[in-house]
C-alpha cells in the first residue's frame, strides 16, 4: 500500500513539473502611473518603478536653482502625452536630489544597475542639444548626466560627460519622435550640422540613438528659445524609484 501511494505521489510530482515547463510564465507588460503629477514607468522584467523622464523644477527651484531643458526619450510602446518632450529637468547636489527622491515619492535615487536596465528596455535617456561655437551652425546631442547610488554612494550615470561651455551652455527646447528605419543616426554624444530652419523650427540634419538599443530618434526645436545653463559643474538631473503607484 505505501509503495502504491509513493508511486501516485511520484506520478503527480511529474505532471506538475510537466505542466509548469508547459507552460511558461506570462510576460512582463511595462506599466505608466502618476504619482505627484510625475510619470512613472515599470521595469520588465525587473520590477521596478522609475520616473519616465528627469525630475522637473518646481515653483520654488524656479527661482533659485538651476532648471536646464532636457529631451526626455522614451522608447517603450506606453503612450503618454509627455513622452519625448522637453523637461525642465531640475539639476542639483546628490543630496538634495535623494532628499527629493524620498520625501517626495517615498523611494530613492536608482541604482547604476537599476538606471542601465532602464536605459535598455524602455529607452529612456536624458538629452542636452546644445549650440556648439563656431563658423558653422552644428548641435551638440550629448546625455545629461544623472544621480545614481548604491551603498550610500551617489555618482553619475553616464559616468562621461560633456564639459560645459564656458559662461554656460546654451541648451534647446526640443521635443522628439521616432525616426525612420533608413534615417541617418549618431549616437547620444555626438554632433551634427544644422538644417536651415523650416517653418518655424531648427534641428539636426540627423537622428539620434539611443546607445545599446534599436530606438532612433528625429529632433525638432524651438528657434526662440535658448535657455543659458545655470547648472554647476558638480551638479546633475535625477530620477526616482518608488513604490508601484497606486
Given at each position: 500500500m505505501r509503495g502504491?501511494?509513493?508511486?501516485?505521489?511520484?506520478?503527480?510530482?511529474?505532471i506538475g513539473a510537466a505542466r509548469a515547463e508547459a507552460d511558461p510564465p506570462a510576460p512582463c507588460t511595462p506599466r505608466a502611473a502618476e504619482q505627484d503629477?510625475?510619470?512613472?514607468?515599470?521595469?520588465?522584467p525587473a520590477g521596478f518603478w522609475i520616473t519616465a523622464g528627469p525630475v522637473p523644477c518646481g515653483a520654488a527651484e524656479?527661482?533659485?536653482?538651476?532648471?536646464?531643458?532636457?529631451?526626455?526619450?522614451?522608447?517603450s510602446a506606453l503612450a503618454a502625452p509627455s513622452k519625448d518632450h522637453s523637461v525642465e529637468a531640475w539639476v542639483t547636489d546628490a543630496a538634495s536630489a535623494a532628499r527629493t527622491c524620498k520625501r517626495r515619492f517615498g523611494g530613492r535615487l536608482p541604482t547604476p544597475l537599476e538606471r542601465e536596465q532602464?536605459?535598455?528596455?524602455?529607452?529612456?535617456a536624458s538629452l542636452r542639444v546644445r549650440e556648439e561655437p563656431g563658423e558653422f551652425a552644428r548641435l551638440?546631442?550629448?546625455?545629461?548626466?544623472?544621480?545614481?547610488?548604491?551603498?550610500?554612494?551617489?555618482?553619475?550615470?553616464?559616468?562621461?560627460?560633456t564639459p560645459p561651455l564656458p559662461?554656460?551652455?546654451g541648451l534647446l527646447v526640443c521635443v522628439a519622435e521616432p525616426a525612420m528605419p533608413q534615417a541617418h543616426f549618431v549616437p547620444i554624444g555626438e554632433s551634427c550640422d544644422e538644417r536651415p530652419e523650416e517653418m518655424g523650427v531648427r534641428s539636426p540634419n540627423c537622428a539620434v540613438g539611443v546607445p545599446g538599443t534599436h530606438a532612433r530618434f528625429e529632433l525638432g526645436c524651438a528657434p526662440e528659445r535658448v535657455v543659458r545653463s545655470r547648472a554647476r559643474a558638480g551638479d546633475a538631473a535625477f530620477r526616482c524609484v518608488a513604490p508601484a503607484p497606486r
Open positions: 502504491a501511494r509513493a508511486t501516485l505521489l511520484l506520478v503527480a510530482i511529474l503629477g510625475v510619470r512613472f514607468v515599470s521595469v520588465c524656479r527661482e533659485q536653482a538651476a532648471c536646464d531643458p532636457v529631451t526626455a526619450l522614451e522608447a532602464a536605459r535598455l528596455a524602455l529607452g529612456l551638440r546631442l550629448h546625455a545629461q548626466q544623472e544621480w545614481v547610488a548604491e551603498a550610500g554612494r551617489a555618482t553619475r550615470y553616464p559616468s562621461v560627460a559662461g554656460g551652455d
